[in-house]
């Protein structure tokens, strides 16, 4: 398994319940990558990490999340960079990866965060937690046991 940099921590068990339709949360944490522009992805580029850390669950059945990395040049983040397509709640169990992609080039601006969206049913989520974080390379899940496992 992969050395995590507590810093490049966008959500360490974040927790998504209240989260209405049509609402959303941002992780926890915002990194400021220090400057006004700069060009993450020559030569080796970092990785976006999001993985389920516990399930989705709420009182409906066609819940559906979409999951967002956006960049911004104050902390209130906003220009959207990428984001899924709607990921029903069903699917969203402990241990999914949602995405696990390099960062484009040249789309980074000072700030960068995560945005966990409620898109579609009429209930608010019970449980549900989300981790993500920025690494060197796409992260594997070999080696890796859940908690209920130990």
């Known amino acids: 398994m992969a050395i995590l940099d507590k810093k490049l921590e966008l959500s360490d068990a974040q927790s998504i319940t209240g989260v209405t339709c049509g609402a959303s949360v941002d992780s926890t944490n915002v990194i400021d990558i220090g400057g006004t522009y700069i060009p993450i992805g020559p030569g080796t580029p970092l990785y976006l990490n999001i993985r389920i850390n516990t399930a989705f669950v709420?009182?409906?059945?066609?819940?559906?999340?979409?999951?967002k990395f956006e960049?911004?040049?104050g902390t209130t983040l906003g220009t959207v960079?990428?984001?899924?397509?709607a990921i029903a709640e069903a699917t969203l169990v402990a241990g999914?990866?949602?995405v696990r992609m390099p960062i484009p080039y040249n789309t980074i601006a000072k700030y960068i965060?995560?945005?966990y969206?409620?898109?579609?049913g009429d209930e608010?989520?019970?449980t549900g937690k989300v981790d993500a974080w920025i690494s060197l390379d796409a992260q594997s899940t070999l080696g890796y046991l859940y908690s209920d496992e130990v």
Do not use: A
Not at 117 to 120: A, F, L, P
């Open 71 to 73: 960049t911004g040049s």
């Open 81 to 85: 960079i990428y984001e899924t397509d």
């Open 96 to 98: 999914y990866w949602v």
């Open 124 to 126: 608010v989520c019970d």
């Open 117 to 120: 969206e409620n898109v579609s």
């Open 58 to 67: 709420s009182g409906g059945t066609d819940t559906t999340w979409r999951f």
């Open 113 to 115: 965060g995560c945005n």
